[in-house]
């Protein structure tokens, strides 16, 4: 028996400082092994506790982590960790994709490079074990990784999209779908790639605008591809031989498929052609005909005529349905011209492009070359360029599940988080097209379908008929289904399995059913957790995945797979760029977490595609920025960065310094602590009722800044709202709890006399700190766990915070007047300390100060509350009055009814910090003027790139500000020095009188 790791040993003192590779060390292990994250069917099925099930957007196989994994992790363990609090029975289910194409790429990608074969070497059986070799070897990677960042995920249930469960049941959903007449087959047009030879979803299509002609790279063309003209050329009439009709494309090539020309039919330029024959110039026996549709031209536009190639452009093959023309495909399937290309077969298709010109010329048809804007389809992949080529494919049609998905929000039985994406839900759904779901590859789901050879009955199959296909979740019911079929024997029947797979998005699409044992319904897990509560994914694949989950759940089980649907934006460089390697500003949540050498990251940005002069500003802005490397900052501060930049309908811009900052943050947390336990000995006993002690007014405040803490956190959670729930929390703890009660507390903490204040403070603490890490544990799991085992009393709580109970807003400690009395306390503070900084009073000397106020209800407050503010302000005595008793001193009003004093006779001299001051405001003068006199140069804004002239305005306005303060503190130290005269005047006429 396998031997469970212990809780971690923490009998020994606290560093001097936070450790994030220390802290972050040895919890997961014990938290997997004491099968925390393991969620139980039972308690669910006997009602003991509600489920609360997140599928997690399975990563592909191939995938190590980055930016956007490491938001959806932090975003879904926080609420997994949360509603385990709110005692809900969690389950997380993990998971990779098998990721088809990107897969096989890689694999093919290795053996080429080890073994210098291609996998039709192999053959397809011998290839797949190869890629399932890889799949076994490295597979893994990405989910070790979602271990470090302290994912509570049931690895119990984790799946692979390609196991045998996930493989049985899209062979189900498969069958059950062509039973339905939903799977169907037809020749239509595809996304293909001819460096991969697939067809693609449109989510592996990136769409590249053109704005002036060049040279584009394209695999396999050294010189690249010449895109942005347009070329323009005529078309003979037959019966006409001095007429010609004039039309242009991008795709020159694609005219080798043309069939037709169409004009608009009120148009009177064409009229009189509508109908008249057309010679192709190379294919002399090509009917072609000039065709009237007003649908797809627009006779203002360009000449008014339109070339139609159905098999090879969306809007053509609209054409050629309508008019019944016939498609015409052109290309092989790795880019070649075919035999139907007439003279040009066999030559590459952009070869062919430029022979095809050249043709032309000399013939006389080429009418001209123009510039053109336009938007090119490339494959993710490959970098290869899409064509839209015709193809045989199983296709579902969706217009039925599309509008079962549109009604379940309409009705509100399904929720979208933020609802400013419904209507972009409505738009794809309501004109949603049907699904292509062939790939031509080895790596995946292959076709549960079977092409049937009878004897006498189909002995040519035709592939692109259906009725020639038995559908059927294994080679033997095939068998079964063709002999009842057909009614004859087993050995008039020949089978052969289509050798395409499914596109990966359709075994995604069907993940919340599977994930749980689908088809098998009545299993204890399908029972517990189907429906899950919350898909939680980013915006970019709300119709690739989420709407399809949707429309394959209600048409498979008739019902939703999840409840709730929150959408979370892009992860973007610090300044607002998408993260590409070719940028080199991809963001490796890795380094952010273990700490990154500064020569690593020159490196990355050194091997993008940047032109030199933008590498090396990058160089230097990160020898700047960072010259000892990214410092390890832990799992804690990172995720707790991207759920505070979590503010609704904004795209994240990761600034790494954010991160850094947040480090700090742990760094305050674990020296609270530190500082706590100085106070709270191991057999400290917590008091059960604080309300019920003598406490002070720093002790009622912190107590009710807490329940509102409490109050705030549970309702941003709820309504995923992180980046209020972060900023809620940081304020708690580092504005109220750290600046100030920690410091308000140290007299009644460190008192030998009045135990009473000291216990009554000493709770006081020991709640903040205990329910203030409860409060944070979803966000920061790490941290939270070492400071909350630390904590004296542990018989009083769970074994691991991940199990203590979240919070509840206590009313009965809140007061909303607490936090008005505590600003006007502190704003007396911070006016203290300000006029001690403003005069650079070294920090031994306390100075006197006095409070002169009339209103009695303040002079109450003040005078109740005298010694806090001594403490927190760092002076001597505090002397609450009406009238001013102090003799040297500087003022301040705090408000009408409100005068501070400060007593600094004989601790400065005024003189010497004017000319201080002033020196200082001569030195930023002269900063700022050489600031503006960059900025001053002809063509700035066209000739200094973009973050450089950010980075100038930044250090102007800082400037600026910093004279301003200064002048200020000028200003005020004259004044001191003039008051200080008066104040002596009027003593000496006082001592005369007298």
């Given at each position: 028996?396998?031997?469970?790791?212990?809780?971690?040993?923490?009998?020994?003192?606290?560093?001097?400082?936070?450790?994030?590779?220390?802290?972050?060390?040895?919890?997961?292990?014990?938290?997997?092994?004491?099968?925390?994250?393991?969620?139980?069917?039972?308690?669910?099925?006997?009602?003991?506790?509600?489920?609360?099930?997140?599928?997690?957007?399975?990563?592909?196989?191939?995938?190590?982590?980055?930016?956007?994994?490491?938001?959806?992790?932090?975003?879904?363990?926080?609420?997994?960790?949360?509603?385990?609090?709110?005692?809900?029975?969690?389950?997380?289910?993990?998971?990779?994709?098998?990721?088809?194409?990107?897969?096989?790429?890689?694999?093919?990608?290795?053996?080429?490079?080890?073994?210098?074969?291609?996998?039709?070497?192999?053959?397809?059986?011998?290839?797949?074990?190869?890629?399932?070799?890889?799949?076994?070897?490295?597979?893994?990677?990405?989910?070790?990784?979602?271990?470090?960042?302290?994912?509570?995920?049931?690895?119990?249930?984790?799946?692979?999209?390609?196991?045998?469960?996930?493989?049985?049941?899209?062979?189900?959903?498969?069958?059950?779908?062509?039973?339905?007449?939903?799977?169907?087959?037809?020749?239509?047009?595809?996304?293909?790639?001819?460096?991969?030879?697939?067809?693609?979803?449109?989510?592996?299509?990136?769409?590249?605008?053109?704005?002036?002609?060049?040279?584009?790279?394209?695999?396999?063309?050294?010189?690249?591809?010449?895109?942005?003209?347009?070329?323009?050329?005529?078309?003979?009439?037959?019966?006409?031989?001095?007429?010609?009709?004039?039309?242009?494309?991008?795709?020159?090539?694609?005219?080798?498929?043309?069939?037709?020309?169409?004009?608009?039919?009120?148009?009177?330029?064409?009229?009189?052609?509508?109908?008249?024959?057309?010679?192709?110039?190379?294919?002399?026996?090509?009917?072609?005909?000039?065709?009237?549709?007003?649908?797809?031209?627009?006779?203002?536009?360009?000449?008014?005529?339109?070339?139609?190639?159905?098999?090879?452009?969306?809007?053509?093959?609209?054409?050629?349905?309508?008019?019944h023309l016939e498609m015409i495909n052109i290309?092989?399937?790795?880019?070649?011209?075919?035999?139907?290309?007439?003279?040009?077969?066999?030559?590459?298709?952009?070869?062919?492009?430029?022979?095809?010109?050249?043709?032309?010329?000399?013939?006389?048809?080429?009418?001209?070359?123009?510039?053109?804007?336009?938007?090119?389809?490339?494959?993710?992949?490959?970098?290869?360029?899409?064509?839209?080529?015709?193809?045989?494919?199983?296709?579902?049609?969706?217009?039925?599940?599309?509008?079962?998905?549109?009604?379940?929000?309409?009705?509100?039985?399904?929720?979208?988080?933020?609802?400013?994406?419904?209507?972009?839900?409505?738009?794809?759904?309501?004109?949603?097209?049907?699904?292509?779901?062939?790939?031509?590859?080895?790596?995946?789901?292959?076709?549960?379908?079977?092409?049937?050879?009878?004897?006498?009955?189909?002995?040519?199959?035709?592939?692109?008929?259906?009725?020639?296909?038995?559908?059927?979740?294994?080679?033997?019911?095939?068998?079964e289904k063709a002999k009842e079929k057909y009614?004859?024997?087993?050995?008039?029947?020949?089978?052969?399995?289509?050798?395409?797979?499914?596109?990966?998005?359709?075994?995604?699409?069907?993940?919340?059913?599977?994930?749980?044992?689908?088809?098998?319904?009545?299993?204890?897990?399908?029972?517990?957790?189907?429906?899950?509560?919350?898909?939680?994914?980013?915006?970019?694949?709300?119709?690739?995945?989420?709407?399809?989950?949707?429309?394959?759940?209600?048409?498979?089980?008739?019902?939703?797979?999840?409840?709730?649907?929150?959408?979370?934006?892009?992860?973007?460089?610090?300044?607002?760029?998408?993260?590409?390697?070719?940028?080199?500003?991809?963001?490796?949540?890795?380094?952010?977490?273990?700490?990154?050498?500064?020569?690593?990251?020159?490196?990355?940005?050194?091997?993008?595609?940047?032109?030199?002069?933008?590498?090396?500003?990058?160089?230097?802005?990160?020898?700047?920025?960072?010259?000892?490397?990214?410092?390890?900052?832990?799992?804690?501060?990172?995720?707790?960065?991207?759920?505070?930049?979590?503010?609704?309908?904004?795209?994240?811009?990761?600034?790494?310094?954010?991160?850094?900052?947040?480090?700090?943050?742990?760094?305050?947390?674990?020296?609270?602590?530190?500082?706590?336990?100085?106070?709270?000995?191991?057999?400290?006993?917590?008091?059960?009722?604080?309300?019920?002690?003598?406490?002070?007014?720093?002790?009622?405040?912190?107590?009710?800044?807490?329940?509102?803490?409490?109050?705030?956190?549970?309702?941003?959670?709820?309504?995923?709202?992180?980046?209020?729930?972060?900023?809620?929390?940081?304020?708690?703890?580092?504005?109220?709890?750290?600046?100030?009660?920690?410091?308000?507390?140290?007299?009644?903490?460190?008192?030998?006399?009045?135990?009473?204040?000291?216990?009554?403070?000493?709770?006081?603490?020991?709640?903040?700190?205990?329910?203030?890490?409860?409060?944070?544990?979803?966000?920061?799991?790490?941290?939270?766990?070492?400071?909350?085992?630390?904590?004296?009393?542990?018989?009083?709580?769970?074994?691991?915070?991940?199990?203590?109970?979240?919070?509840?807003?206590?009313?009965?400690?809140?007061?909303?007047?607490?936090?008005?009395?505590?600003?006007?306390?502190?704003?007396?503070?911070?006016?203290?300390?300000?006029?001690?900084?403003?005069?650079?009073?070294?920090?031994?000397?306390?100075?006197?100060?006095?409070?002169?106020?009339?209103?009695?209800?303040?002079?109450?407050?003040?005078?109740?509350?005298?010694?806090?503010?001594?403490?927190?302000?760092?002076?001597?005595?505090?002397?609450?009055?009406?009238?001013?008793?102090?003799?040297?001193?500087?003022?301040?009003?705090?408000?009408?009814?409100?005068?501070?004093?400060?007593?600094?006779?004989?601790?400065?001299?005024?003189?010497?910090?004017?000319?201080?001051?002033?020196?200082?405001?001569?030195?930023?003068?002269?900063?700022?003027?050489?600031?503006?006199?960059?900025?001053?140069?002809?063509?700035?804004?066209?000739?200094?790139?973009?973050?450089?002239?950010?980075?100038?305005?930044?250090?102007?306005?800082?400037?600026?500000?910093?004279?301003?303060?200064?002048?200020?503190?000028?200003?005020?130290?004259?004044?001191?020095?003039?008051?200080?005269?008066?104040?002596?005047?009027?003593?000496?006429?006082?001592k005369k009188k007298k």
């Amino acid at each position: 028996m396998e031997q469970k790791t212990s809780k971690k040993d923490l009998s020994h003192p606290m560093e001097k400082e936070y450790d994030p590779k220390k802290v972050e060390s040895g919890w997961y292990e014990w938290w997997v092994d004491q099968g925390f994250f393991h969620a139980d069917e039972k308690k669910v099925l006997s009602k003991e506790k509600k489920p609360y099930t997140i599928l997690i957007p399975p990563p592909n196989v191939t995938g190590s982590l980055h930016a956007g994994h490491a938001l959806f992790v932090a975003i879904q363990d926080t609420l997994i960790r949360y509603r385990k609090m709110k005692g809900f029975e969690v389950l997380w289910i993990p998971g990779t994709d098998h990721a088809g194409i990107a897969t096989q790429t890689v694999t093919e990608k290795l053996l080429m490079k080890a073994e210098g074969k291609t996998r039709h070497d192999l053959g397809r059986e011998k290839f797949v074990e190869r890629v399932w070799d890889w799949c076994n070897k490295y597979g893994g990677q990405i989910l070790n990784q979602f271990r470090a960042m302290g994912c509570a995920m049931d690895w119990d249930r984790c799946f692979f999209t390609l196991d045998s469960c996930r493989t049985n049941a899209v062979n189900e959903a498969f069958c059950r779908l062509a039973e339905k007449g939903i799977i169907y087959r037809m020749n239509r047009l595809v996304n293909w790639c001819s460096t991969l030879r697939t067809a693609l979803s449109d989510i592996e299509v990136e769409h590249v605008e053109v704005k002036e002609p060049m040279k584009m790279k394209v695999p396999g063309y050294i010189d690249g591809v010449e895109v942005g003209y347009l070329t323009h050329f005529s078309y003979k009439l037959k019966d006409f031989p001095d007429k010609e009709i004039v039309v242009a494309t991008t795709r020159l090539e694609t005219m080798l498929g043309d069939v037709a020309v169409a004009v608009h039919p009120e148009d009177k330029r064409y009229t009189e052609f509508i109908g008249k024959q057309l010679i192709h110039p190379f294919i002399k026996d090509r009917k072609m005909t000039v065709i009237a549709d007003p649908i797809l031209v627009d006779m203002k536009f360009g000449t008014g005529a339109v070339k139609i190639t159905p098999a090879h452009d969306p809007n053509d093959f609209a054409c050629g349905e309508r008019h019944h023309l016939e498609m015409i495909n052109i290309l092989n399937d790795d880019g070649t011209i075919n035999s139907n290309g007439g003279e040009f077969e066999g030559m590459r298709r952009f070869d062919a492009r430029s022979k095809v010109y050249e043709a032309l010329e000399k013939m006389g048809q080429i009418r001209g070359k123009t510039k053109n804007v336009m938007t090119i389809s490339v494959c993710q992949r490959s970098g290869d360029l899409i064509e839209p080529v015709i193809k045989p494919q199983w296709w579902i049609k969706t217009s039925v599940m599309a509008q079962r998905a549109v009604d379940a929000v309409k009705k509100g039985e399904l929720k979208i988080f933020p609802d400013n994406h419904v209507k972009t839900w409505y738009q794809w759904l309501e004109n949603a097209r049907d699904w292509c779901i062939s790939r031509q590859l080895w790596w995946g789901h292959r076709i549960p379908a079977y092409l049937c050879t009878v004897k006498g009955i189909i002995d040519n199959p035709d592939t692109n008929n259906q009725d020639h296909w038995i559908i059927a979740k294994s080679e033997e019911e095939a068998m079964e289904k063709a002999k009842e079929k057909y009614k004859v024997a087993a050995d008039q029947i020949s089978l052969a399995q289509d050798s395409d797979v499914l596109d990966t998005w359709f075994s995604s699409g069907i993940l919340p059913l599977s994930s749980l044992g689908w088809p098998d319904t009545g299993s204890n897990d399908f029972k517990a957790f189907f429906p899950t509560q919350l898909l939680e994914t980013g915006t970019d694949i709300l119709f690739f995945w989420v709407a399809r989950m949707v429309m394959m759940s209600l048409t498979l089980n008739d019902s939703l797979p999840f409840t709730e649907v929150f959408l979370h934006n892009l992860v973007k460089d610090a300044q607002g760029k998408k993260m590409s390697k070719s940028k080199g500003n991809v963001i490796d949540p890795l380094e952010i977490i273990n700490g990154c050498a500064l020569e690593t990251l020159i490196q990355k940005v050194k091997g993008s595609s940047l032109p030199q002069p933008e590498v090396d500003r990058s160089v230097n802005l990160l020898r700047k920025e960072f010259p000892k490397g990214i410092p390890q900052c832990s799992s804690d501060a990172l995720r707790f960065t991207l759920l505070s930049y979590m503010n609704q309908g904004t795209n994240i811009n990761l600034d790494i310094k954010r991160v850094i900052g947040y480090r700090h943050f742990c760094n305050k947390l674990w020296n609270a602590l530190k500082f706590a336990l100085i106070y709270l000995p191991a057999d400290f006993k917590p008091e059960a009722d604080v309300s019920a002690l003598p406490l002070g007014f720093a002790e009622k405040w912190i107590l009710s800044a807490l329940a509102e803490t409490v109050r705030d956190t549970g309702k941003h959670y709820e309504e995923f709202n992180f980046g209020l729930a972060m900023n809620g929390l940081y304020d708690f703890w580092l504005h109220k709890l750290c600046d100030v009660y920690l410091e308000a507390a140290k007299p009644a903490l460190q008192s030998k006399t009045d135990l009473k204040a000291a216990n009554a403070a000493q709770n006081a603490l020991y709640k903040c700190l205990y329910i203030g890490l409860c409060l944070l544990h979803p966000a920061m799991p790490f941290i939270t766990e070492e400071l909350y085992q630390r904590l004296p009393s542990p018989e009083s709580r769970a074994d691991s915070i991940f199990l203590t109970p979240f919070p509840e807003f206590e009313a009965k400690y809140y007061n909303a007047d607490y936090a008005g009395q505590m600003e006007q306390l502190m704003g007396a503070v911070q006016s203290v300390r300000s006029m001690i900084a403003t005069l650079n009073i070294p920090s031994k000397n306390r100075p006197k100060m006095a409070i002169v106020c009339k209103d009695e209800t303040k002079l109450q407050f003040f005078s109740e509350n005298a010694a806090l503010i001594s403490t927190l302000a760092k002076v001597g005595d505090a002397e609450v009055c009406k009238e001013l008793a102090l003799e040297g001193c500087i003022m301040h009003v705090l408000n009408p009814g409100v005068t501070i004093y400060l007593q600094v006779k004989g601790i400065i001299d005024i003189k010497n910090e004017i000319e201080r001051l002033k020196k200082k405001i001569g030195q930023l003068e002269g900063f700022a003027k050489k600031i503006e006199q960059k900025m001053g140069v002809k063509d700035y804004e066209q000739k200094v790139p973009e973050d450089v002239r950010k980075e100038n305005k930044e250090k102007h306005e800082t400037t600026l500000h910093e004279i301003e303060a200064v002048s200020y503190t000028h200003l005020r130290a004259h004044e001191t020095s003039l008051h200080l005269v008066c104040r002596l005047l009027l003593e000496k006429k006082k001592k005369k009188k007298k």
